[in-house]
């Protein structure tokens, strides 16, 4: 068995045998390698060395053209290898191969883009007065902590490690249990490119490994992207020690459709955003609301493009894969128990057994209507390819459902009328609202990040640097000729 070691102070390390976690495939279930449970000890070792790297002469003397030149080979070092790092995350994940493709051109982007920027990190002066140069720095925080999620691994890893390198950080990264493949062949990247200490990965359960890093006295700055009840836990043990964090949640985003939305894009928008990695997605698409007088064709032609949809194995690369693993698929399925108890399945419902891939976690595409807003489905992030339906009369009825729940991360508005679009997006409370598309293409450019619980602080653009770096102010008295 294929054994993925750790990689902690420029070594590749491994736990002992009984520290050993099993990494699946989920389109399979068999398992595909087997990863390290890290111990305290590792972790100490992980953030000393980071500290040692971060206030080394070595690290602080690499220019910051020279940190964004590094990301950018990366880039293309992870373009180079696009088949392989593609078929390595989707079979970890998976998610359609396409999908996976998507993601490591995404993860490339942001080398790219963070890489570019390096360099155009600026500060500020401020006038004082004469004999006073005021000057405000951006210097780097320090030890970054990134804690990834298992949906979008290479995506998530690379949108925050990409500024906290090119900001002068040295980071820590823990992925997933159950997805750290990718991140591993991230790890073989740096290993020969940084100093030991300045990237470093580090694997095992959450509420062990990930708690003894968030709560450690030395580290800088935690990313935190998971759920809300972890992104709380975590935020907590930041808070014993100052320590920021950014906290990018989940969510329960709605696709708002009016009568005179472009029908086309909206019904292939609306399916897109709930099936993209089998509906496990933070931004998923996943409560549909929709004007009572266009519910009937539309609800119509979206059940027909649900039926239509071919589940499988992620390297088939058909339009839906199976759910990461048993916990997962136990979970969603227990929910679909709970929706046909009630009556209120409209397409799907059902688990699918795969022939050739029995032990695959796969469901169908499922649509939900009937309940109101205050049920749990209506209000729980399913995390699942289940979209629930709900009807609007007048725009303030969409807005107000739109904003129903804890929840605000996304929401997409489908109208051609842009006076009822603008009015909608100023007064739904999400972080990125979408007019007339889902998504903009993934949008490495722009600020992502919640509203309400779905987090705090911005991922993505320019605005991340922020995150990784802290501010300081120097104020510089110079003498000046005949004056005293
Ligand atoms: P999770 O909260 O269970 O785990 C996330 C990460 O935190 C994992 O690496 C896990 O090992 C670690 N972890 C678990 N317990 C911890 C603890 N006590 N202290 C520190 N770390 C701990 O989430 P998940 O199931 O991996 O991911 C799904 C969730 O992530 C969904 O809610 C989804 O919406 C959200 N998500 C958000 C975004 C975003 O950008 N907003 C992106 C992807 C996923």
New binding site residues.
């Given amino acids: 068995m294929k054994k993925i070691p750790m990689f902690i102070n420029g070594e590749w390390v491994h736990a002992d045998e009984e520290r050993l976690i099993d990494v699946t495939n989920p389109s399979t279930g068999e398992v595909l390698a087997q990863i390290s449970n890290a111990n305290e000890t590792h972790v100490n070792e992980a953030i000393h060395a980071a500290r040692v790297a971060f206030e080394s002469e070595e690290w602080r003397r690499v220019k910051a053209h020279e940190r964004g030149q590094l990301l950018i080979e990366l880039a293309q070092y992870i373009r180079n290898h696009a088949d392989e790092w593609s078929l390595l995350e989707c079979l970890d994940v998976g998610k359609p191969l396409s999908q996976a493709r998507a993601d490591i051109e995404s993860a490339a982007r942001y080398f790219e883009f963070y890489g570019g920027a390096a360099d155009k990190v600026m500060g500020d002066t401020i006038p004082i007065e004469d004999g006073i140069l005021n000057a405000v720095v951006l210097e780097p925080v320090g030890i970054t902590v990134h804690?990834?999620?298992?949906?979008?691994p290479i995506q998530?890893t690379a949108r925050s490690v990409a500024a906290a390198i090119a900001t002068g950080n040295a980071v820590i990264v823990?992925?997933?249990?159950d997805t750290p493949l990718t991140t591993h062949a991230i790890s073989k990247w740096f290993a020969d490119k940084v100093p030991a200490g300045i990237f470093q990965h580090i694997t095992g359960?959450?509420?062990k490994v990930?708690?003894l890093?968030?709560s450690h006295p030395d580290i800088n700055h935690i990313t935190?992207?998971?759920?809300?009840?972890?992104?709380k836990?975590?935020m907590k043990?930041a808070a014993e020690n100052v320590v920021p964090v950014t906290l990018?949640?989940?969510?329960k985003s709605p696709n708002i459709v009016f009568a005179d939305a472009p029908m086309e894009q909206a019904l292939e928008g609306v399916l897109r955003a709930i099936i993209q990695n089998a509906g496990q997605?933070?931004?998923a698409g996943a409560r549909l609301l929709i004007e009572e007088s266009a519910k009937e064709t539309f609800l119509a032609q979206l059940e027909e493009r649900f039926k239509a949809l071919k589940v499988g194995p992620g390297e088939a690369d058909l339009d839906m894969g199976p759910l990461l693993n048993e916990r997962q698929f136990l979970k969603i399925s227990s929910r679909l128990q709970q929706a046909k108890d009630e009556g209120i399945v409209v397409v799907g419902g059902e688990t699918v057994i795969i022939e050739g891939y029995e032990n695959g976690y796969y469901i169908q595409p499922t649509i939900l209507a009937g309940i109101d807003e205050h049920h749990v489905l209506a209000q729980e992030?399913i995390?699942g390819p289940v979209l629930t339906v709900f009807t609007f009369e007048t725009v303030e009825q969409a807005i107000a459902l739109a904003n129903s729940t804890q929840y605000g991360?996304v929401a997409g508005i489908w109208s051609k009328d842009l006076d009822t679009a603008h009015y909608v997006a100023s007064r739904v409370q999400a972080g990125q609202v979408f007019i007339n598309n889902y998504g903009a293409a993934g949008g490495i450019q722009m600020p992502?990040?919640?509203y309400k619980k779905?987090?705090i602080g911005r991922?993505k653009g320019f605005v991340a640097l922020r995150n990784y770096t802290q501010m300081k102010n120097i104020a510089i008295r110079y003498a000046l000729p005949n004056r005293t």
């Fill in positions: 804690i990834v999620p298992w949906n979008y998530i823990k992925s997933a249990e359960l959450g509420n990930g708690s890093l968030t935190f992207t998971g759920s809300v009840s972890t992104g836990a975590v043990a990018e949640l989940g969510g997605t933070c931004s992030e995390f991360l992502f990040g919640g779905s987090g991922e």
